[in-house]
């Protein structure tokens, strides 16, 4: 009995206090990947102490110890007598333990079932409504193929209607919309494109600037990622900017729209492609599965929601920091500020780069995004939207309360790391795993 009371105890400590006062801590966003474990160990161990607080009520009166009882149960079971011994209260253990296993692994299941189903049809949809990203010869602004060592243009022009492969930042803008100072002029009026006011005049549009030609021939962010990475990219025809990948073992996918390359300059580009790329290298969706599992188990457990969304923020702090690493933090910051006022959904299964929900959130996202944008690497803004001014950064403003708010500020400002730090955050997981097994060797 003092066994499975004291599992019991354990696994609704683990199950209340424990995530609500993680969730609610800031020194996880230093370490997110040692943050992830722990959270992980939390899960795992609360629910093997459920089970084993079960088991141990129900043969509590076969032995004195907790590991003699058991042995004792199974060799009833195996002798065709598995209620030897037990009486009838012991039997209600007996049926919590069944119900509470085959609730526990049946909505993980069932889930990860509906979540593979999801993912299954998704990627048929974008393969059908998106466009691919083939390899390619360089374009020259006249909107011309140019051969791979430079030389005259093919025969095979660009189409303006958007009904080609390649694909830069701002290459099928609307006739005369800016990007990244240039001007794409309608096809009825010139074939060529003119920079947007830094040469005075001097260039009339006849003859394409060269800076521009060596931009466009040397730079595809969505190539270099292809290659890279070994991804399958697909290119929605939407105006709204949203970048997003659908995991899979070998058939993951990284959806990015038209309107996102219309919307980011080229390093930005590069640190959220950088972003998907890890999110899909490191089988994020794994990490995450089992929370969704544990909050769809215990919907009426406010920690299940909370922990949920912790690991979700976590994870792409995780992608966040490969994607830094790889490419341009501040890009990616100024990449999220951007997408962030779109607030666009996207498709259950996927991980955005916005995150599990693919948006800012309810409570000032415009006026929190603005402000961050407005900082830039300056180092400061002020989050108008939670009534908070002050430094950008991690731990002390506590009126940054958005997730997305929260990466932007990471990224400009990246928290100090100590390795002791994290050793502490592994060891403390080892200790919680552990902790169940010498329970029941104790008793």
Do not use: K
């Not at 290298?281 to 969304?309: C, K, M, N, S, Y």
């Not at 940054?400 to 928290?415: E, G, M």
């Amino acid at each position: 009995m003092t066994t499975a009371a004291l599992l019991a105890l354990f696994a609704g400590v683990l199950a209340w206090p424990v995530p609500r006062l993680l969730a609610a801590a800031r020194w996880p966003h230093r370490y997110p990947r040692a943050a992830i474990l722990l959270w992980q160990a939390i899960g795992l161990a609360g629910g093997v102490s459920a089970l084993l607080a079960a088991v141990a009520f129900t043969v509590s009166p076969l032995a004195a110890s907790t590991p003699s009882a058991i042995i004792d149960h199974l060799t009833n079971v195996a002798a065709g007598e598995p209620l030897a011994g037990l009486r009838w209260i012991n039997l209600v253990g007996l049926a919590l333990a069944t119900a509470l296993a085959g609730r526990l692994f049946g909505v993980l299941g069932a889930s990860t079932a509906a979540t593979l189903r999801e993912r299954h049809r998704h990627r048929h949809l974008v393969d059908l409504a998106g466009r691919r990203h083939r390899r390619h010869d360089t374009h020259d602004p006249t909107g011309h193929l140019l051969s791979p060592a430079g030389g005259l243009p093919t025969a095979e022009p660009f189409s303006p209607t958007g009904h080609h492969d390649h694909l830069v930042p701002g290459d099928r803008l609307p006739p005369e919309q800016p990007v990244s100072g240039l001007t794409y002029p309608s096809p009825a009026t010139s074939g060529h494109p003119t920079t947007g006011g830094a040469d005075g005049g001097e260039n009339d549009g006849s003859i394409p600037d060269e800076r521009v030609t060596i931009q466009a021939v040397t730079s595809c962010c969505l190539c270099e990622h292809r290659d890279r990475a070994g991804i399958r990219l697909r290119i929605l025809d939407h105006p709204i900017a949203v970048a997003y990948c659908v995991p899979g073992v070998r058939h993951a996918r990284v959806v990015v729209s038209r309107g996102l390359l219309n919307t980011l300059a080229a390093d930005e580009l590069d640190a959220v492609l950088a972003h998907e790329a890890a999110h899909v290298a490191g089988r994020h969706d794994l990490v995450i599965q089992p929370f969704v599992a544990w909050e769809r188990t215990f919907p009426f457990l406010g920690p299940a929601r909370e922990a949920t969304a912790a690991v979700s923020l976590l994870v792409e702090m995780l992608a966040d920091d490969a994607a830094g690493r790889q490419t341009s933090r501040p890009a990616l910051a100024r990449a999220l500020a951007r997408i962030g006022v779109t607030r666009a959904p996207v498709p259950a299964g996927a991980l955005s780069i916005l995150g599990a929900n693919g948006a800012l959130g309810a409570n000032g996202a415009l006026a929190d995004a603005a402000g961050v944008r407005a900082a830039g690497a300056g180092g400061t803004a002020a989050t108008h939207g939670h009534g908070h001014e002050g430094p950008v950064g991690v731990g002390p403003s506590r009126g940054i309360t958005n997730p997305v708010i929260s990466r932007i500020a990471r990224l400009l400002d990246p928290p100090a790391v100590h390795w002791w730090q994290a050793l502490v955050a592994y060891l403390g997981a080892a200790a919680v795993l552990a902790t169940p097994p010498l329970i029941v060797l104790i008793g």
